[in-house]
């Protein structure tokens, strides 16, 4: 293995421990630097670690020694940071949404293209076991032909537990921009990229409470809609039924379905990395072994393909990331109009991961 790739990060909030942790087992990745407008919580955040440096966010851009500049800033702000990033010369690696709209991400991948620098992005949980072992039974021709996929997410909202939920409420939130990351990065994983869809959306309540952490109790205003339906039509001509919900209470929807001419499969949650692929038969429903994906993986693992050859495609990568922001965008868009609405763009399946007993 060669050098390791160093890593700098730049917003150091609820989601930041995650990345730190993945980064400190991976010896592909080193953490060199981290950022926040809040230095305050950017040191808090890795006081667990020995030599990391917290640095103003120009500063960082700045440093030689930050190969990829890792994004973890509120949906908003991610293209501002990213194309920080790409100016200073450096690849860079966001939280999902890859940006807040298709036209702020299509500057960041313009401008990504013209300095020669790589963009990836999350959601890498697809490159886990779960969704990995889907993709490689139906690339074995184990359900046949696919027809169909169902994909659920409901939950009455992340303001129940996150101390800042304000950004799930705003243009770049929502259930869909936050959560169809996940499920649509692995149905695009599973099924191939989408032509067109249809949709059907609302917004229940006005306002949101926050339930913990010391703004609790503080109202905050709900400016997209909360609950969205969809049908992706994939170019492949399989249909996937959308719904994705702050508004529900609960269900015992699987996550994710889908049906093909000779059997159906029960795929795990996209949002984690593993969890139980089941397969129909004749006599009932059957696990499926681990066959494909990293085993115990952790969120940052989309970053070990920095280390990757530069004319490799990233497997979290920005043109599948842009691919699933515009799919979401579009069905916003269809559920505004009442029209099935086209997909402008298109992206390769990314390529599968092998079995990988070990991330390292
Ligand atoms: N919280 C989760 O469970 C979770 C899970 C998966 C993905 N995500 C994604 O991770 C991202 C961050 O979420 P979070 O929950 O950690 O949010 P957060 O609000 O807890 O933290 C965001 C941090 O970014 C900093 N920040 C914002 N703008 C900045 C800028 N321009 N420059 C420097 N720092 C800036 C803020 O000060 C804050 O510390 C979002 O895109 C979210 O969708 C969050």
Redesign the pocket.
């Known amino acids: 293995m060669g050098q390791p790739v160093n890593v700098g990060v730049?917003?150091?909030?609820?989601?930041?421990a995650?990345y730190f942790q993945t980064i400190d087992r991976l010896p592909q990745l080193r953490l060199v630097a981290v950022?926040?407008?809040?230095l305050d919580?950017?040191r808090e955040a890795v006081r667990p670690y020995a030599g990391v440096d917290v640095l103003g966010?120009a500063e960082l851009m700045a440093d030689p020694r930050v190969d990829v500049v890792l994004n973890?800033?509120?949906?908003?702000?991610?293209a501002?940071?990213a194309l920080q990033a790409i100016a200073a010369g450096k690849d860079v690696y966001?939280?999902?949404?890859l940006a807040a709209t298709t036209a702020d991400a299509a500057r960041v991948l313009e401008a990504a293209a013209a300095a020669h620098v790589r963009v990836g992005c999350?959601?890498d949980t697809v490159l886990g076991t779960g969704t990995q072992t889907a993709r490689n039974a139906i690339d074995d021709g184990l359900i046949g032909s696919p027809i169909a996929a169902t994909a659920t997410m409901m939950t009455p909202g992340?303001e129940r537990w996150?101390?800042?939920p304000d950004?799930?409420y705003v243009p770049g939130?929502g259930p869909l921009l936050?959560m169809g990351p996940y499920y649509i990065s692995s149905l695009v994983t599973l099924l191939g990229p989408v032509a067109s869809v249809i949709g059907a959306a609302s917004r229940t309540r006005p306002k949101r409470t926050i339930g913990s952490g010391p703004r609790q109790g503080e109202e905050i205003p709900v400016l997209v809609d909360t609950h969205v339906t969809g049908v992706l039509v994939h170019a492949s001509g399989a249909l996937s039924t959308l719904v994705m919900s702050f508004d529900g209470v609960a269900t015992k929807a699987p996550n994710i379905e889908v049906h093909g001419e000779k059997g159906s499969l029960v795929v795990p949650d996209p949002?984690h990395f593993d969890g139980t692929v089941l397969i129909s038969g004749k006599d009932g429903w059957r696990e499926l072994p681990e066959s494909a994906g990293y085993v115990g993986a952790g969120?940052g693992v989309g970053l070990i393909d920095f280390a990757t050859p530069a004319d490799k495609e990233l497997r979290a990568g920005g043109s599948l990331a842009f691919h699933v922001l515009d799919v979401m965008e579009s069905l916003l868009a269809a559920a505004g109009s009442g029209t099935a609405v086209t997909v402008t763009s298109t992206c390769e399946r990314p390529r599968p991961v092998a079995l990988h007993s070990s991330v390292s």
């Open positions: 730049v917003g150091c909030g609820a989601i930041s995650q950022a926040d407008l809040d919580r950017a966010v973890l800033t509120v949906p908003a702000a991610h501002e940071v966001c939280e999902k949404p999350a959601p992340h996150h101390p800042n950004f799930y939130g936050d949002n969120r």
